[in-house]
C-alpha cells in the first residue's frame, strides 16, 4: 500500500509560474526523497532531506518537511515546459530502533503540466 | 541517466506463464531493489537484494521471487501470471553503506503486459 498522499493530484501551469505540490506520510522516517518520473520511465532522484531538516534548496527546487505533522512540499520555482512530468515523495522508514527499512514508500505523485 | 540498465524494455505474456526481468546495477552499487508500478500509480516495494540475499521483502506473493548475482545484477521472476501483474517494473541500484541516505537509482523499467 501506498505510504502517504500527493495533492494535488495534477497541476497544470504557465511556463514561468511557481509550482508547489505537497506530501503526507504515515510512519517515522530516516528522510523523505523527491522523485521525477518522465512518460512512465524510470525515475529520477531530484532532492532528498533527512528527519532533522527543515528547508532544503537545490537550484530551482526548494523542499520543506515538517516532522511534527507527517508532511513535505515541493516548490519548482520559474518552472519550464521540461518540467512537465509526474513527481513522487518518497519515504525511507525507519523501525522502532531507528534503523532504516531500506526500502522507499512511495506516495500516488503529482502529475506537472507546464505550458510553453 | 543512471548506469541501471533493465531488459527486455517490454514484454507480452499470457495469463500463467512465467516471465525474467533483468538489472544490471549502477557500477560500485551492491543493493538492488524492485518496483512495481501499475498504471498512475507510484512504485510499490517488490523486495530487495544485498551480498546476494533478499534484504526485505514488500506485500507480495512467493510467486515473485528474485536473484542477486555476484556482479551485484539482479532478476525478477515472476510465476503464475495474472492480468493485475501488468505494470511497469523498475529496478533501482544503492549503495548498502550509504543506508542513511538510501538514494536509488532507477533504470528505465520493463512493462509488462499479461494477456
Known amino acids: 500500500s501506498q505510504q502517504g498522499e500527493e495533492d494535488p493530484q495534477a497541476l497544470s501551469i504557465q511556463e514561468g509560474e511557481n509550482a508547489t505540490m505537497n506530501c503526507s506520510y504515515k510512519?517515522?522516517?530516516?528522510?523523505l526523497q523527491w522523485y521525477r518520473q518522465n512518460s512512465g520511465r524510470g525515475l529520477v532522484h531530484l532532492i532528498l532531506?533527512?528527519?532533522?531538516?527543515r528547508e532544503k534548496h537545490s537550484g530551482r527546487l526548494r523542499v520543506t518537511l515538517d516532522t511534527s505533522k507527517k508532511s513535505s512540499s515541493l516548490l519548482i520555482t520559474a518552472s519550464r515546459a521540461a518540467d512537465t512530468a509526474s513527481y513522487f515523495c518518497?519515504?525511507?522508514?525507519?523501525?522502532?530502533?531507528?534503523?532504516?527499512?531500506?526500502?522507499?514508500?512511495f506516495g500516488q505523485g503529482t502529475i506537472l503540466t507546464v505550458h510553453p | 541517466e543512471t548506469g541501471v540498465t533493465q531488459s527486455p524494455t517490454h514484454l507480452i505474456k499470457t495469463r500463467g506463464q512465467q516471465v525474467t526481468l533483468r538489472c544490471s546495477s549502477q557500477?560500485?552499487?551492491?543493493?538492488v531493489s524492485w518496483y512495481q508500478q501499475a498504471l498512475g500509480q507510484g512504485p510499490q516495494f517488490i523486495f530487495q537484494?544485498?551480498?546476494?540475499?533478499?534484504?526485505g521483502r514488500g506485500n507480495f506473493p512467493p510467486r515473485f521471487s528474485g536473484l542477486q548475482f555476484p556482479n551485484y545484477s539482479s532478476e525478477l521472476n515472476v510465476n503464475a501470471l495474472e492480468l493485475d501483474d501488468s505494470a511497469l517494473y523498475l529496478c533501482?541500484?544503492?549503495?548498502?553503506?550509504?543506508?542513511?541516505?538510501?538514494?536509488?537509482?532507477f533504470g528505465a523499467g520493463t512493462r509488462l503486459s499479461v494477456l
Open positions: 533501482a541500484s544503492s549503495v548498502t553503506l550509504q543506508v542513511a541516505k538510501n538514494i536509488q537509482y
Open positions: 537484494y544485498y551480498r546476494e540475499e533478499e534484504n
Open positions: 557500477s560500485g552499487h551492491n543493493t
Open positions: 510512519t517515522s522516517i530516516n528522510n
Open positions: 532531506i533527512r528527519s532533522n531538516e
Open positions: 518518497a519515504t525511507d522508514g525507519i523501525n522502532a530502533g531507528g534503523t532504516s527499512y531500506g526500502k522507499l514508500t
